[in-house]
């Protein structure tokens, strides 16, 4: 079954150095998991070290499920990621009152920037089935 190669196992690689924080499990759409390391540092740095060798499943799993398209998985997590706060990957969206919004509030006070890492995976899938029409 062919699909689209929407996640980048180098950018996985990537947030796992943070993985304790559950960044790679919010980019491969496990948003339960995901917080779940964050609470927990990666489950006590075991689920961390476990999941080295879980990225390419992860990463092909993610590809299956996600929806590609003109809008690039990987340069908007990494907006999320290292500019989030400010609602770059707001911008990048095409989202530009919540944009301002999150300028202007600190990621709307980090609130929006977790709703985002729970569900950025399909605010993207959705505009790429939108730029499709």
Do not use: C
């Not at 947030?15 to 919010?26: N, Y």
């Not at 990666?42 to 499920?65: E, H, K």
């Not at 989202?95 to 920037?113: C, E, H, N, S």
Request: hydrophobic share 50%; charged share 15%; net charge positive.
């Amino acid at each position: 079954m062919a699909y689209s190669d929407t996640h980048s196992k180098l950018i996985g690689y990537l947030l796992w150095i943070f993985g304790f924080m559950g960044a790679h499990r919010f980019y491969y759409g496990k948003p339960w998991t995901g917080t779940l390391w964050f609470f927990t540092l990666g489950l006590f740095f075991v689920g961390w070290i476990v999941d080295l060798f879980l990225i390419p499943s992860m990463d092909r799993a993610a590809s299956r499920r996600f929806r590609g398209g003109p809008v690039n998985f990987n340069l908007t997590w990494v907006l999320l990621t290292f500019l989030g706060i400010f609602g770059a990957h707001r911008l990048y969206l095409g989202k530009w009152v919540t944009a301002i919004i999150y300028f202007f509030t600190g990621g709307l006070f980090l609130l929006g920037v977790l709703y985002d890492y729970w569900t950025l995976n399909e605010q993207i899938s959705v505009k790429n089935m939108e730029r499709e029409w």
